[in-house]
C-alpha cells in the first residue's frame, strides 16, 4: 500500500492538535467537493420512489463527515489511515447513492470520476487505479442491484473513463511530485552550497583581516625597531654620563650636593622608564615565529602562578587557577605562550589598583549556546561562557583570565588590541597586541569579554596537537 504523502508544516487546531497542513487541506477538500457535487446532483428531479432513501443516506453522509474531522483531530497520528479508509467509505456511500436512485440510470455516478480525481490529486498511482478499480467494482454491484438487466456497454463505457482518468491525473501528479520533489532536493542543495560559500567567505574575510594585521603589525615593527635603535645610543649616553656626573656631586659643597643628588635621580628614573619602554618595543619588533611542540597547559600554568603570586600579593590581588585534569596537549611554544599569559595576568592586576582577584581557569571548548557580548577576532561567536563555541574553531583547550577590575568601557573593545592603545598612564599599549599576535601565531584566538562594572575576561583559545609539530 502506498503511503499518503505528509509535509512537515503545522498547523494548529483549537485544541492544540498538531496536523500537517496538506493532509488537512486535503481532508477539507474532500468533503466539500463530495458535499457540493451531492448538492449539485440533488437539484436533478427524483423520482418520488427513490427520495424516501436519499435523505436519510445524505444526513448519513453529512454525519459521517463530521465524525471523521472529530476522528482526525482526536487521532492526527493516525491521519493516513483515517484519509486512506476515507477514500473506501466515500466510494460506499456513493454506491449507495446510486443503487436507491436507479442504479445505471442515476446522475450520482458523476461522484465516482470526482473521487477519482481527488485521488489521483494526493496519492499515488497505485492508491489511484485502485480506487478507480474499487470505483467499477462498486458502480457494477450498484448498477445491476438499482437496474436488473442493464446495459453492460454503458456500464463497461463508464467504468473504463475511471480508468481513463486515474491513469492521466494520477501520471500528470506523480509527475508533478516528482518535479517538486527535485525542487525541494535542489532547494536543499542550493542552500547547503550557499551556506558553505558563506562560511568559505567568512573564512576568507578572517583571513584577509590577519593578513592585513599582520603586514600592519610588521610595519609597526620595523618601524618600532628603527625608533628604539635611534633611542638606545643617546640613552645609554645619558645612562652613562648621569653616573658619571654621581662621582662628581661628592666634590660639591654638603648644600648643593642634596640638590644635585635629587635632581640626578630624577633623571636616572626618566632614563630607566624610557629603556623599558624601548625594551618592550624592541621585544614586540623581534617577536619570532613560534616553535610549536605537543605540550600540556597546567604545568605550564602552575609555574606561571608561582612567578606571579608574590607580585600579585604586593598588589593585594588574589590568583585562583583552576586547571582540571586530562586535558589533551597543545600545540604551542612554550616561552611564547607563558609571556603572552604574563601579559594577560599582569594587564589584569593593572586593571585592579584597589585589589580584587584574577581567575586563570582551563578546560575545553563548551557547546553552542546564545553568545554573550565580546569581542573575538573574526567576529568569532561564543557560547553561554562566553567562551567562542566548538562550531567555529577546530578541537581546542582555552585559558581564560578573569578579573573583578571595573570593566572595558564599550567605546573601548574595538581597541583593546590595537598596538600602542592604552589607557593606562605610562602604558605601552603593547601587552595584549602582543598577547594576540602570540595567539594568531599559534592558530588560535584572544577574545575579550567584558561588561562595565562587572570585570573583564580573556580567553586564549588553542587548537589541540594531533601528533604533528612544526618548527
Known sequence: MEEVRTRPKLMTGGNSKF?????????????????????????????????????????????????????????????????????????????LFVWFSGGLESHFYLLYYLLVGLAAVHFGPGIVLGTAGSAGALYGLASLAGTPGADWHHLSAR?????????????????????????????????????????????????????????????????????SHEVRNPLGSISLNAELLEDELQALPEDRRAEAASLLAAIRSQVDMLSAVTEEYLRFARLPRPKLEAAAVAPLIEELAEFVRGELRGRRVRLDVTVPDGLPPVRLDPGQIRRALLNLVRNAAEAMPEG????????????????????????????????PSAGCLVPSVFIEVRDTGP????????????????????????????????????????????????????????PISNGGDRG
Not at 557580548?373 to 562566553?386: F, H, L, N
Not at 605601552?428 to 584572544?446: C, F, K, P, S, W
Open 407 to 462: 570593566g572595558i568601557p564599550p567605546e573601548n573593545l574595538d581597541k583593546i588590541f590595537e598596538p600602542f592603545f592604552s589607557t593606562k598612564e605610562g602604558g605601552t599599549g603593547l601587552g595584549l597586541a602582543i598577547a594576540r599576535q602570540i595567539a594568531m601565531d599559534h592558530g588560535g584566538v584572544l577574545t575579550c569579554e567584558s561588561s562595565p562594572g562587572g570585570g573583564a575576561a580573556f580567553c586564549l583559545i588553542l
Open 19 to 95: 496536523l500537517p497542513t496538506e493532509e488537512w487541506s486535503f481532508a477539507v477538500l474532500r468533503a466539500l467537493a463530495m458535499l457540493g457535487g451531492m448538492v449539485a446532483l440533488f437539484l436533478v428531479p427524483l423520482r418520488p420512489e427513490h427520495q424516501p432513501h436519499l435523505l436519510p443516506l445524505a444526513w448519513a453522509f453529512v454525519a459521517y463527515k463530521i465524525l471523521l474531522f472529530l476522528a482526525i483531530r482526536t487521532w492526527p497520528q493516525r491521519l493516513r489511515l483515517l484519509l486512506l479508509g476515507t477514500v473506501g467509505l466515500d466510494l460506499l456511500f456513493v454506491s
Open 159 to 227: 467504468v473504463a473513463t475511471f480508468f481513463l482518468l486515474g491513469g492521466a491525473l494520477g501520471f500528470i501528479s506523480q509527475r508533478e511530485r516528482l518535479a517538486r520533489a527535485e525542487a525541494e532536493r535542489l532547494n536543499v542543495e542550493l542552500r547547503e552550497n550557499q551556506s558553505r560559500l558563506e562560511k568559505a567567505y567568512q573564512e576568507l574575510q578572517a583571513t584577509q583581516e590577519r593578513l592585513v594585521q599582520s603586514e600592519r603589525l610588521a610595519t609597526i615593527g620595523q618601524m618600532s625597531a628603527k625608533v
Open 356 to 387: 580584587g582577584s584574577i581567575i586563570v581557569r582551563t578546560g575545553l571548548l563548551g557547546q553552542k549556546a546564545e553568545g554573550k557580548r565580546q569581542k573575538a577576532e573574526g567576529g568569532t561567536p561564543v557560547d553561554s561562557s562566553g567562551l
